[in-house]
């Protein structure tokens, strides 16, 4: 069947909002394409955010056949920023079926996973330049966390309280918490918008 | 970019008019649909889940008309709906009754099971996955129904009274997951409960007497409630009452009848 | 968007790459991944670059390629198309063909079961087999609806049974034609409990998704005529004879009031249209010959079914009318478009 769909021809309309109404017309080469292109930092992002790298390939599945199934929803937004939309919820959903199971079991699963935090440390050894870095050196890492997850990954309240599995109300007070203590470094580097310590030569 | 997009559609029962001339464009988002009981909202529901066909006008979903039989497979592959009763066969699992529903939505059997479980454990029937159907509570029941419309990851969901029978903190659950649902795909919820849009909806419309009577968002219902005089507690209700009067005194009037 | 002029350079994606980027800096690359198609690819690169999480992406493009199947695959109208080609050929395996590659093959079913499996097994935490091979198991069933389920399935075995009951236990002699002249309704009392809101539960909902409509109803018929077509034939056969017509007589005759049944249901609804075709044969039938003739009732009603289902010329009109009636299904599929409000 697949052989006899028009091929779309890639040359001048392979954006990513071109790629996505491809794969929403049912193209699955081009899902192929975007799959090349995204896979890769999401996947990044994912294992940064979950200890288990077979729920971060899990949760890589699902975001890739979600976009495959919904792409014609997309709104014409940034496809990285929906991309990660997606697989942010999908990590959410997995943290749940866990958290089940782990009830099931009655072996107190480690929600975040054992790693995470010794993974962070080592993260945060290596972390030397920068006003932001320095900032968050100073905070706990159950503040860094939940600023990631509020912030950084745009979860709302609930989602982030499932993902790092902690009541929402800890979540709103650390969050409070965490951006009182880094509001000061943040208001130093407002004026100079580029993320310069990222872009500086080690 | 609107997924639903219905001009002139006029559904009749026997002799009473259901929906008259109804034009409507909804986009992605959360839609609350408002309205009187008898107003019309179911009729206009199971319109536009293809389960009735219209006796007049164009319904046309996901930019294909429903009317074309050729197409309208395709689209109910990605179309999720929760009917306001609907019922079950008495030896089903809730696991089983959702991998059934995502059998006829012909959902690729290999990620059929995770899907079903992501589902359930979406609507908070984790640890009910494997209950019979028939020993679980009418708000159970009917988070399985919502677990049956959302198993396909529809892009147009369709949902008729979803919190009739949930208790106050499985709404607010509900609510969540509306908005969560609302950010890739076209939500319709048909509510009788103000609250609930004001809660959960990007925009509102408001069906009386078969026509929208209202169109906007929970904000501006609200201000219209703050501005003109309606009656209820919050002032969503007061705009949900004045936009109703509107309506009627409009409809009423010799210039209201002739548009 | 203030980042627009930076960019990633090669070194910042190969460590994020490889973890040891530090968070500050991560969280300000991945934002900016949300909005840069270019760095994206970049970073995607670099981390493919890593051997295991090369191995890890190629595997889960495989997984996700195999799932992007195009949707259109199983449009009505080919499954039509092939009943009635089907038909041409043989009519009594028309149904039985067109509906098993309607409701999935097995052979795919099978490989897509056991991709599953496999998947499920490397991914670890929630894999019990026994949930999959039961789902697998499950799927056929699921083909039987509301009356295979329920009461007509323990109908037809007691028709069956009866007639066994009927010729050894009573000694009655002609328990074959009346079999013949039952059997024939049974499926499409069948159908009449297959399919609508009267006989299904779940009606509402089902109707909504692609499998509802014709396709339902034709998947659910099939398992209507896969139990009564060889339990009936089957108590035929261990019937004596007592000048009836074959056991088998009745296939054609059954098949076309079902496809006649179908082809009206589209019209009026499942239930109207079995009391239609069902009542049409039972007043054609056996009701004339076993009220006319208070003498040998038996004897008369042998006579009308030889009459009806005996010799070529009969069951070459049945064989018509099946056609027939499978043709004028395909035209008027569009019939079963949605319920009128």
């Known amino acids: 069947m697949k052989l006899f769909r028009p091929m779309r021809g890639h040359g001048e309309s392979d954006t990513d909002a071109a790629l996505l109404r491809a794969v929403a017309d049912g193209d699955a080469a081009a899902l192929a394409t975007l799959y090349d292109r995204h896979a890769g930092w999401l996947h990044a992002r994912l294992t940064r955010r979950c200890a288990d790298p077979e729920v971060a390939r899990e949760v890589l599945q699902d975001t890739f056949v979600t976009v495959w199934r919904s792409a014609a929803g997309h709104r014409g937004g940034e496809a990285g920023g929906w991309l990660w939309t997606i697989a942010a919820r999908r990590l959410v959903d997995a943290r749940r079926v866990q958290e089940r199971a782990a009830r099931v079991e009655t072996a107190p699963m480690d929600v975040l996973g054992a790693e995470a935090p010794s993974a962070e440390e080592r993260v945060l050894a290596g972390l030397e330049f920068g006003d932001v870095g320095t900032a968050l050196d100073r905070i706990s890492p159950e503040l860094r966390e939940v600023l990631r997850a509020t912030v950084v990954d745009g979860l709302t309240t609930r989602e982030a309280a499932r993902l790092l599995g902690i009541p929402e109300g800890t979540v709103k007070t650390r969050a409070m918490r965490a951006r009182a203590e880094l509001r000061a470094a943040l208001a130093q580097l407002s004026p100079t918008p580029t993320p310069a310590p990222a872009g500086g030569p080690a | ?259 | ?341």
């Not at chain 2, 984790?126 to 209950?131: F, G, K, L, M, V």
């Open chain 3, 1 to 341: 968007m203030s980042t627009d002029h930076w960019h990633a350079s090669d070194d910042l994606a190969a460590r994020y790459a490889d973890g040891t980027l530090p968070e500050a800096d991560a969280w300000s690359l991945e934002r900016h991944l949300e909005r840069c198609g270019g760095c994206a690819q970049r970073v995607s690169a670099a981390v493919r670059q890593l051997p295991a999480p090369a191995l890890v992406l190629a595997e889960v493009r495989e997984a996700v390629l195999a799932q992007a199947v195009p949707s259109e695959v199983r449009e009505p109208s080919t499954v039509l198309a092939e009943a009635v080609a089907s038909e041409v050929r043989e009519p009594s395996t028309m149904l039985a063909e067109a509906v098993p590659s309607e409701v999935r093959e097995p052979s795919t079913m099978l490989a897509e079961a056991a991709a599953s499996e496999v998947r499920e097994a490397s991914t670890a935490p929630p894999a019990p087999r026994a949930r999959l091979w039961s789902s697998f198991l499950a799927r056929p069933l699921w083909a039987a609806g509301p009356a295979v389920r329920g009461a007509w399935l323990p109908a037809v075995l007691l028709v069956a049974l009866g007639a066994l009951a009927l010729a050894y236990g009573a000694g009655v002699d002609g328990a074959r034609p009346l079999l013949l002249a039952a059997a024939p309704v049974v499926p499409v009392l069948g159908v009449a409990l297959s399919y609508g809101p009267h006989a299904d539960p779940l009606h509402e909902i089902a109707a909504a998704t692609p499998s509802g409509g014709l396709r339902l109803l034709l998947t659910r018929t099939v398992a209507v005529l896969a139990v009564s077509l060889p339990s009936l034939t089957l108590a035929g056969l261990l019937l004596p004879a007592s000048g009836a017509p074959g056991a088998a007589a009745w296939l054609l005759p059954g098949l076309a009031l079902t496809l006649a049944t179908l082809t009206l249901a589209g019209y009026v609804g499942c239930r109207a249209a079995a009391a239609v075709t069902g009542g049409g044969w039972l007043c054609a039938v056996p009701v004339p010959a076993l009220a006319s003739s208070a003498d040998a009732p038996l004897t008369r009603l042998t006579e009308q079914l030889s009459l009806v289902l005996d010799g070529p010329l009969a069951q070459g009109a049945w064989a018509t009318a099946a056609v027939l009636c499978a043709a004028a299904l395909a035209a008027g599929r569009s019939a079963y478009r949605m319920e009128r409000p």
């Open chain 2, 1 to 259: 970019m609107s997924t639903i997009r219905v001009t002139g559609l006029h559904v009749r029962h026997r002799r009473t008019v259901a929906l008259d001339s109804v034009d409507l464009d909804l986009g992605p988002g959360v839609h609350g649909l408002l309205g009187p009981n008898g107003a019309g909202k179911t009729s206009l529901i199971r319109v536009l889940a293809t389960v009735a066909a219209p006796n007049g006008g164009r319904v046309e979903l996901l930019g294909d008309d429903v009317a074309d039989h050729r197409r309208r497979a395709a689209v109910r592959r990605r179309l999720g709906y929760l009917p306001q009763e609907f019922g079950f066969y008495p030896g089903f699992t809730v696991r089983e009754f959702v991998a059934y529903m995502a059998w006829l939505k012909e959902m690729p059997a290999a990620g059929t099971p995770a899907a079903v479980e992501r589902a359930v454990a979406r609507v908070g029937l984790a640890d009910r996955i494997d209950t019979k159907v028939k020993t679980l509570s009418g708000g159970m029941v009917r988070r399985v129904g919502i677990a049956q419309a959302i198993v396909n990851d529809p892009q147009v969901l369709l949902l008729d009274e979803p919190t009739a029978g949930l208790d106050p903190e499985q709404r607010m659950e509900f609510r969540a997951l509306l908005r969560e649902l609302g950010t890739s795909s076209t939500v319709v919820v048909s509510t009788h409960l103000v609250e609930d849009v004001a809660a959960a909806c990007t925009e509102v419309t408001l069906v009386e007497s078969g026509r929208i009577a209202y169109r906007g968002t929970p904000a501006s219902l609200t201000e219209l409630g703050a501005s003109a005089d309606g009656v209820g507690d919050h002032p969503i209700e007061r705009g949900y009452t004045a936009a109703l009067r509107a309506h009627r005194a409009s409809a009423a009037t010799p210039e209201g009848a002739a548009r």
